[in-house]
Structures are given as C-alpha cells and as structure tokens.
C-alpha cells in the first residue's frame, strides 16, 4: 500500500510535466474506485480548465486548476498516476484518463479500485478544503511534526506508541512499514504505552520519521522516469529494512534475531535488544507495558 514517500514520490514525478497544462478533455472508465467517479463534476471543473500545481495533504494528492476547483486523488492500495502520449496502449485498469493540450495524457490505473477520485468545485473548494484538512493528522515534514507536540498528543493514552503514530488522525500518512522503521531507528518499544514516552524519545522518533520518510522519497526520485515511461507502471522503490519483513534475521545493529508480533491486528518487527520495553527515564513507569502482554504470532 504506498505510503506517505510512494505519494511524494509520485506528486514530484506529476510536478515535472503537468504545471501549465490545459486539461482538454476527461475520459472515465465504467467501473467504479471506491466510490463512483464523479464524472459530471470532472467534466465540468476540471475539463477545460488550466493544472496550476500538484499538492500533498496526508496520503491525497491535490490537484489544483487554475480555477480554484481541485481534484483530490487517493491511491488506496494499487493506485497509480503515469503520464504518457495520448497513443500509448490502455491498460486494463486505467479509471480515468486527463487528456492535456499538449499531446499527453495522465492516466490513473488502479487494479483493486480501493483509490478516490473526488472534486471540489471552485466555489467551494477552499470550504472543502479546511474540513478535509481537519480531518487529517499532523503533516511529518511540517514544523507541528516535533516532540512537544507529540508529547501532547499522547499524553494519558495508554495505546501503544506504534498505533499512535499510525493513526491518520493524529500523524498523516506513516504506515506499517515505515512505523516499524522509525520505532527501530528511535530505539524505541513499538508497545510501549505512547503517554509514557518521555520527550527526548518523542524527539528521538520525530528525527529518525523525518530522516526515514525523507530518505525514501530521495530513493523514490531514482525511479520518477521510469514512472513517467509509457507503460504508466512506476518501478516501485524498496529502501533497505531494518526490522520490516526481517523477524529470524540479525538485527543490523546488534545481531539478535528480529522479533516479530502483531499489534493492533499489524505485523510489528522489532529487536528486543536495541529496543528494550520500558527504557529508563519514562516518564511515568505504571503506564508501561508488562513484557506478558506480547503476544507471539503463530
Ligand atoms: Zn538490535
């Protein structure tokens, strides 16, 4: 499922060609994503209309016409934008197709259709806009993103610190993967209650999410012409593991083996030595975890 990087990576790759561009036209495919397309809506604010800018708010890509109207993208799990000429072949699962002015098109292909294709009008997309924005958790790469402020977040909640930074209202866009990561970079118990968390490890986790998100985006770059060649399929970055997908292997730092449990219904990887339950310091020792309340996977 593409994470907060696979989305970056994507709007960057958009952000070469489509800036300036006159959407001419709008195809749409019959079947629907998670929701049925809104054609109506993307015939009448987005075609004829001029692509200003592509943002990023959580895992949505936004398009932004010159208009004020916006076309906001979600992935969901096979989700995937390309940009080639309008001759190249269809594929199977190309949902929608933005014809542009100057010869190219920007296909959306999407296998499993879990991906949204909304519109906001230009009327009321700045209204839209401040609810959807609400809704979503602090941005990683934004100042809020800091220790404090997770501290805050956190403080009285007894669930684990992985959940917490998972939850897309609180944090936007870490999932599994990349959570998994962070709390191995950190040093840091995935189960340890997140209000029990003291600020320097709070601190620790915000420099290594930043570090991790931003090196993956930096790995994805490597493949933005590939993801931009006619056949429309991105070639699909893997940064290096450290825990994900390594429970039986040395851990990269100590050589113990790598842990795997599940955590609210997630895969959790971790080394039991690089991160120890209940480090010293926290803040309030009876919020933490008893060791029992791990649970191996079968
Ligand atoms: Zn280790």
Redesign the pocket.
Known sequence: MPELPEVEVTRRGLLSDLPGRLVTAVRCGRLRLRAPLPAALLRSHIAGQRITTIDRRAKYLLFRMESGAVLVAHLGMTGKFGVMTADAPAHKHDHLVLMLDNGLEVRYNDSRRFGSIVVWPAGRAMELEREFSAREGIEPFSPQFNGRALQRLAAGRTAPVKALIMNSRLVSGIGNIYANEMLFAARIDPEMPAGALTLRQWNRLVRAGVDILARAIEAGGSTVADFLSASGHPGYFQLQHHVYGRDGQP?R??G?NVTKTVLAGRSTYS?R??QPPGPAGAADPALLAPASRRKKET
């Open positions: 851990c730092r100590c113990q080394c030595r690089c």
